[in-house]
């Protein structure tokens, strides 16, 4: 099957390509595409784990959180562009409690079967619990003052401007503490590795190489996948906060998914943590910011206000992966626990 990977990675997306741009009709673009992104995203797991390999478990999540959130600001621009700002927000809103709940959760359950407990830096967990409580905040206050105020809409946008720009001053601090000056402190300790006896798949500047082009074509796929959801949604009477919350939110985080659950599957929490929480981090911190700024390029006007319903998914996602991923370990039960809440939000969207 190894031997068969790259011709069938070629291949998929190949035709995916060609079914998009050819006008084949929306069910096979979907299939094809669906079908390719796995591949895709199956060739930067493998690539993600051979840079963690070389560049610990840390920096390859969070590679691997950045790149595959490429594909997600790369899609949110599209939509931006069209206008379609609450399918945006929707995705954003999909995209960050997917993470904490779907890839976390599949994650714990899948790594909790093969193993009793897995353990991850403590230190960095609650780091990470207080940087997700900040994106609450950060999106919370806006929304209630402009709600309940009547702030007026140039008076919003300005809010959200001063707003994401905090947000991206406080991620950078993050990045800059947690990669340079409190690196050591947040490092897994060698009781939490997994043994580093095995081979990495490929050399360090090959498995560069391989990250950088299956996240290009994450991203072309996904775009493609985009284009077939306006006849999904309508086919299946399907509303556009159910599409954007879930159908692009998974689309767009098909990377992570994979990658996270296969590093899990070897007993490297850690790395499935940073990819998970991290790129959640990543999407509320600076990707939903900088599409803020983004949208005045483009000259339509896109503030920082989320619905009440995006709001309290995104607070009961938090919630629950903070308080599952705070001791620094998690089991099978805690994974079934978040995936629990992922359906319930799913059920609840989907009847919007």
């Known amino acids: 099957m190894k031997k068969l990977f790259f011709p069938l990675l070629i291949v998929t997306f190949i035709i995916s390509a060609v079914s998009h741009y050819m006008k084949w009709g929306a069910v096979l673009e979907f299939s094809f595409a669906g079908l390719a992104i796995l591949f895709a995203a199956g060739l930067l797991g493998k690539a993600t784990e051979s840079v963690a390999h070389y560049a610990g478990q840390r920096l390859g999540g969070f590679l691997n959180a ?16 069209e206008g379609l700002f609450d399918i945006v927000k929707a995705s954003l809103t999909g995209a960050i409690i997917g993470n904490l709940l779907l890839v ?67 991620y950078v601090g993050w990045l800059i503490y947690s990669m340079v000056t409190h690196k050591d402190m947040l490092e897994d300790h060698v009781d939490t590795q997994a043994a580093h006896g095995e081979e990495p798949a490929w050399s360090r500047n090959k498995s560069i190489i391989f990250l950088v082009v299956a996240t290009v074509m994450v991203a072309f796929i996904s775009e493609w996948l985009v284009h077939t959801l306006d ?13 954007g919350a879930f159908v692009v939110a998974i689309v767009g985080n098909a990377a ?35 599409l803020v700024f983004i949208s005045l390029l483009f000259g339509k006007e896109m503030n920082l206000i989320f619905t009440t319903i995006e709001l309290a ?33 799913g059920v609840s969207f989907y009847f919007v």
Do not use: C
């Open 313 to 345: 998914a995104i607070a009961v996602s938090v919630l629950i992966a903070t308080s599952i991923s705070r001791d620094g370990s998690t089991t099978w039960f805690e994974g079934k626990l978040l995936l629990i809440v992922y359906i319930i939000l």
């Open 256 to 290: 992570e998914h994979s990658a996270a659950v296969m590093l899990a599957l070897k007993n490297k929490m850690g790395a499935a943590i940073e990819i998970a929480i991290g790129s959640s981090l990543q999407i509320a911190l600076f990707v939903a910011p900088v």
């Open 104 to 170: 976390l959760g599949v994650s714990a359950l899948v790594g909790g079967l093969k193993f009793k407990e897995q353990k991850f830096n403590v230190h960095l967990a609650g780091q990470n619990a207080s940087l997700m409580l900040l994106g609450i905040i950060a999106l919370f206050i806006p929304a209630i003052f402009v709600k309940t105020e009547h702030i007026s809409e140039h008076n919003t946008m300005n809010i959200s401007i001063i707003v994401a720009a905090l947000l991206i001053i406080a």
């Open 231 to 243: 006849t999904f949604s309508s086919r299946f009477g399907l509303s556009e906060l159910f599409v």
């Open 66 to 81: 950045t790149f595959g959130n490429a594909a997600e600001l790369i899609i949110a621009i599209f939509l931006i562009k």
